[in-house]
């Protein structure tokens, strides 16, 4: 064997932890079992790319930089060419998106246009994470992303009970004050209301108001992630976000355009209007301390790929409602399909039961038996089908007997085929535990 210079217990605990594995578990099952149905990925359906919509967005960034902002042609080109701005050059664009789809008034100036959703959680969570007595909380199950990005920061996480209205306000109120009885400081409260990662529960607005008054009388700050809002299923209002709703800048809001425009353009943004006051008597928003921490980690979110976004944005007045017509159709059947597929294979009342989202990609299915990484790989090679423990959103090690399905990234027929095969999984998994079909 070649000698090692290094453990892994040399260097920071986050690498040996289960949470920042997860993707890379998953990812590799699926490499693993190519033949299989994936029901698993949460990723955007890839006949919908259009590989020549890159090049004419960029082109329509460039013009929009001319004939909008006056630019000359060497600015135009510095912008898009050369190190740029840290907190983004699409704020604006997004702002104009904020307020279109989701009637919310932002200020540009509050706004950093990150790598991803992934950096904003990374930077928000690195801004909050002060000192030793800091925790977040989370609804769970909770996005392992938003986990792994806490174990990189050295903040620890609660979980809060999710249940069918999205958080459980009186169990959040309860993590609060347990956690300030033992002298430790909640620095906010992770939650997804609209179409969860991975519950796919959503909250309502009475809810959403509910847990705004929550937040503003226990001075919390909520850190509202919001990837998958304009996917309603068919027939669905879409409610209002937490952020259009605040009016006490008590709510961090994560975007990002991995499902509405583009995943390898790897863009997302925060909204952090919070006012921060300087240790030089200046008062700015946190944006600005989020953008400090982004110029150490990224620089600056490339603004090649920033332009793509921004010409996607300007093709379609700024409304990706608009821009997502096609795409809010399809995962709108394919949910509806995945759901009336799981009533027609499992009988009502049975072992095996499964939510309804109103939206977004994703359905849990619970049963009577474990449901483990041992299992998704047997599942995997032995009937041809790929899902999602559940356990991998639980941050406690506790075993769940719940699966992800994903609706995402296949068709119709691959959904019929992928549950007829978690048919016969489930069917002699209940043989093999006793439990009646
Ligand atoms: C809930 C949630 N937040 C954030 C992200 C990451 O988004 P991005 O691809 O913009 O980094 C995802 C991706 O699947 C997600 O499901």
Redesign the pocket.
């Known amino acids: 064997m070649e000698p090692v210079e290094l453990t892994v217990a040399d260097l920071h605990p986050s690498v040996d932890d289960p949470a920042l594995n997860s993707m890379n578990f998953l990812n590799e099952v699926a490499q693993h079992y190519p033949e299989a149905v994936s029901l698993a990925a949460?990723r955007p359906y890839e006949e919908f790319f259009d590989s020549a919509a890159p090049a004419r967005h960029l082109d329509t960034f460039r013009r929009h930089l001319a004939d909008d902002l006056g630019l000359s042609p060497a600015q135009v080109d510095r912008t898009l060419l050369q190190y740029g701005r840290t907190k983004g050059i699409v704020h604006h664009l997004i702002a104009r998106n904020l307020a279109v789809d989701e009637q919310l008034t932002v200020d540009p100036e509050t706004i950093v246009v990150t790598?991803?959703?992934?950096?904003a959680?990374f930077l928000v969570l690195r801004a909050l994470r002060a000192g030793p007595r800091d925790v977040l909380l989370a609804v769970a199950p909770t996005?392992v992303?938003?986990t792994g990005a806490a174990r990189l920061v050295d903040l620890p996480v609660r979980p809060v009970a999710g249940g069918p209205d999205g958080v459980d306000l009186a169990d959040l109120r309860a993590q609060v004050c347990r956690v300030r009885a033992e002298g430790l400081r909640p620095r906010g409260c992770y939650v997804?209301p609209d179409f969860?990662?991975p519950s796919g529960v959503s909250m309502g607005l009475d809810q959403r108001r509910r847990l705004l008054d929550l937040a503003a009388e226990e001075e919390l700050l909520l850190i509202e992630?919001n990837?998958?809002g304009l996917f309603p299923a068919a027939g669905t209002e879409r409610v209002p976000t937490l952020k259009a709703l605040d009016t006490r800048r008590r709510v961090v809001y994560?975007g990002?355009?991995?499902?509405t425009v583009l995943?390898g353009a790897?863009?997302?943004y925060v909204v952090a209007d919070q006012r921060v006051a300087g240790s030089d008597g200046t008062v700015g928003p946190l944006a600005d301390q989020l953008a400090k921490i982004k110029s150490m980690v990224t620089v600056n979110t490339s603004p090649i790929a920033q332009a793509v976004i921004g010409g996607a944005l300007l093709a379609h007045d700024c409304s990706l409602v608009a821009a997502t017509a096609r795409e809010r159709a399809a995962y709108a059947r394919n949910l509806r399909h995945m759901v009336d597929g799981l009533a027609a294979r499992f009988p009502a009342g049975g072992p095996v039961r499964w939510n309804v989202p109103a939206g977004g990609f994703f359905v849990v299915v619970t049963v009577p038996f474990a449901v483990d990484d041992a299992l998704l790989h047997r599942s995997a090679r032995s009937y041809g089908v790929l899902w999602t423990p559940m356990a991998h959103f639980y941050d406690d090690g506790a075993r769940v007997r719940a699966l992800r399905l994903s609706v995402s990234a296949v068709t119709p027929a691959q959904i019929e085929l992928g549950l007829d095969r978690l048919a016969a999984l489930v069917s002699d998994e209940l043989a093999a535990v006793g439990s009646p079909a």
């Not at 790598?115 to 950096?119: K, S, Y």
């Not at 990002?256 to 499902?259: D, I, L, Q, W």
Request: net charge neutral; proline share 8%; aromatic share 12%.
């Open positions: 949460g790598v991803g959703c992934q950096e959680m996005y992303g938003l997804m969860a990662n992630d990837p998958y994560l990002s355009f991995a499902k995943p790897r863009v997302g």
